[in-house]
């Protein structure tokens, strides 16, 4: 178990390039798809208080899952897992980084995995979508998160506390 659980996290290390939101699709496919760890409704409550908690989301998922399937010892082995490939690739790009940053194609391959990245966060918004129950309230309540956000610069810290409080109050 202890090796299943640092594959499938190395794998979202190493494959989760472009933030925080990109890792969302990847840790659904490894924690509810792959291995069953957790349903997708377990898998979008942890979604849902990970962000209102500081750190990486992919640390917080390790964690999580790491304990739920094997302790302790689970979230050493998931959260290992999860940090090994970034430093790995950071000691490689800190060496080659300043060799290619100048090269054509360089800036071409940056633009092509920022656009990329913005299609995983549409699909795990899509997926997010889907797998909530629909109902008035709660279309609302993310329309004016969504609208905070956007026409208000509000803090994103503020908008998950405003949620979990309202969240108390209409369901």
Same mark, same amino acid.
């Given at each position: 178990?202890?090796?299943r659980?640092?594959?499938?996290f ?5 494959l ?11 840790l659904?496919?490894?924690i ?10 377990e ?10 908690a ?16 094997a302790?302790?010892i689970?979230? &050493? !082995? %998931?959260?290992l897992?999860v940090? /090994?490939? #970034? ?6 790009? @800190?060496?080659? $980084? ?19 990245t ?9 997926e997010?979508?889907?797998a909530?129950?629909?109902e008035?309230?709660?279309?609302? &309540? !993310? %329309?004016?998160?969504?609208?905070? /956000?956007? #026409?208000?610069?509000l803090?994103?810290?503020? @908008?998950?506390? $405003? ?6 109050t209409?369901?």
């Amino acid at each position: 178990m202890l090796i299943r659980l640092f594959w499938a996290f190395f794998k979202v290390g190493a494959l989760a390039i472009g933030g925080s939101y990109t890792f969302y699709p990847l840790l659904e496919r490894e924690i509810v798809k792959n291995y069953g760890w957790l349903s997708m409704e377990e898998f979008i409550n942890v979604a849902g208080f990970s962000q209102a908690a500081p750190g990486p989301i992919s640390i917080k998922y390790a964690v999580y899952v790491g304990y739920e399937v094997a302790g302790i010892i689970g979230i &050493l !082995a %998931a959260s290992l897992g999860v940090m /090994l490939p #970034a430093v790995i690739l950071m000691m490689l790009v @800190v060496k080659g $980084f300043s060799r290619y940053q100048n090269h054509p194609g360089f800036e071409g391959f940056l633009r092509g995995v920022r656009l990329a990245t913005l299609g995983l966060i549409l699909f795990f918004a899509w997926e997010m979508s889907t797998a909530l129950t629909p109902e008035l309230k709660g279309i609302f &309540l !993310a %329309a004016a998160a969504f609208f905070g /956000l956007l #026409a208000f610069n509000l803090p994103p810290g503020f @908008v998950l506390i $405003f949620g979990g409080v309202l969240g108390l109050t209409i369901f």
